[in-house]
């Protein structure tokens, strides 16, 4: 059998010593194209964009998260230095959850714009 690697080809043989035969290198060949082919349906189990499911919830998780820190930071930010402990605090962590389902809203928006899920079954009647 031949291996090419890194441009090198080297005559390989099974381990009793015979080389491979021709229809063997094909046969492997042809396995080899079968799988790249069912790897490649694989891939397309991706959503438009490209993304899991997984990934998609992550990035939704992610966005949530932030905004949620962020508020809460500036909350505390203002009770440092105000002295208004706890509400600034707690005003901060209520503006962050309300920007964090902002961003969650929006984004779904856009996954459904781009995906076109989101269309009015009346116009294509």
């Given at each position: 059998m031949r291996v090419?690697?890194?441009?090198?080809?080297?005559?390989m043989s099974v381990d009793n010593g015979k080389p491979l035969k021709d229809a063997d290198v094909d046969a492997l060949h042809a396995l080899g194209e079968t799988l790249n082919s069912k790897r490649g349906a694989q891939d397309q189990s991706h959503n438009i964009e490209g993304n899991t499911g997984m990934?998609?919830?992550l990035k939704y998780a992610s966005e949530f998260t932030a905004a949620v820190?962020?508020?809460a930071f500036l909350g505390y930010g203002v009770d440092h230095f105000v002295g208004t402990a706890p509400w600034g605090l707690l005003s901060g962590l209520l503006l962050g959850f309300c920007a964090g389902v902002r961003n969650i809203v929006g984004l779904a928006k856009q996954s459904l714009e781009t995906e076109d899920l989101g269309q009015d079954l009346s116009k294509h009647e």
């Open positions: 090419v690697l890194e441009g090198k080809v080297d005559d990934a998609v919830g820190l962020v508020g």
